[in-house]
């Protein structure tokens, strides 16, 4: 199967800091519960000139604007996948407002993806496959949410945890760069749950069995970064950086040690942006290279777990 590299990033954070402190003023929490159930100390919320699709199209820009730095052009670009459970509109998709902000060229194949936090690596896989017909485009993946806009404030244990942004990449084939991939799905209408659109009403509240999803995370990073070794022949060892979905720092510890590997090999940015669901990895990518932690060759794991419930992981090489 065709490789794939990432070879630009950008990333759009929402425009309203809300610190824990802030938040306990509108729900009956603290900073202290918070932050140590959860390491979040702060999450930002979209304003009210924000939506889904803004913050997609600010971090698509953002990673274009790279791209193009870099001597490349957007007229490259043959795909655009927009990985969201909270789109401003079903209708148009968020990747076709994404095409027509940025000017793109019309003959791309645009679309949006909803697998939960994991729908950033299963735009991955996508990429990959789209590429491996076209490996003289490009495909631009973003993931994007208002997760602020889905849930109940009267909810304390699932509020506290979300945040909105959006984070996006910009994927070529590389046939060097070899790319390895595992998912999966448990069918589960209870443990983590957003209705969507209902009749007579907008979207429901994302709700959540708090308990039972950090149980099914602990085991679904290990299980999936297995799979992807056993594809791969890479040893834990190999692993420049573990990049997570960011939910909670005490998913990605008991992860961490359950596979042996020191935490500090897991990047995390969930202190300050919460958990922002399809957004989360891209964001971490884009924070990582713009700290200048990712070294071109350096081999990363990705992993990605959540509604669905589904989880993910993928190998590639920086
Ligand atoms: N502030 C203060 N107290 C809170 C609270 C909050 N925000 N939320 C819940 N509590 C209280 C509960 O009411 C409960 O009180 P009680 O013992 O008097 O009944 C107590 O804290 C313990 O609640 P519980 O839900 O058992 O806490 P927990 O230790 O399981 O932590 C989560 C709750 C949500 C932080 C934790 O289960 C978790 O992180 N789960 C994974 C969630 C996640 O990552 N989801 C997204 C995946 S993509």
Partial sequence: MTGISIIATGSQPAAQVVTNDHLAKLVDTSDQWIATRTGIRQRRFAGPEEDTTSLAIGAARAAVEQLEKAGRGREEIGAVLVATFSPGSLVPSTACLVQRELGLPEDLFALDINAACTGFLSGLRLCQGLLAQQPERLALLVGAEAISRL?????????????????????????????????????????????????????????????????????AIPKGIAAVLAQSGSSLWDIDWFVCHQANARILAHAAKAMGVPEERFFMDLDRYGNTSAASIPIALDEMAKKGLLKKGQRLMLAGFGGGLTWGAAELIW
Avoid: N, Q, S
Avoid at 177 to 203: H, I, K
């Fill in 151 to 219: 849930v109940d404030f009267g909810d304390r244990g699932t509020c506290i945890l979300f945040g909105d942004g959006a984070g996006a990449a910009v994927v070529a084939a590389g046939p060097d760069r070899p790319f390895f991939c595992a998912f999966g799905t448990r069918g589960d209408g209870e443990v983590l749950r957003c209705p969507g659109v209902r009749p007579g009403g907008g979207p429901g509240p994302v709700t959540m069995e708090g308990r039972e999803v950090f149980r099914f995370a602990v085991d």
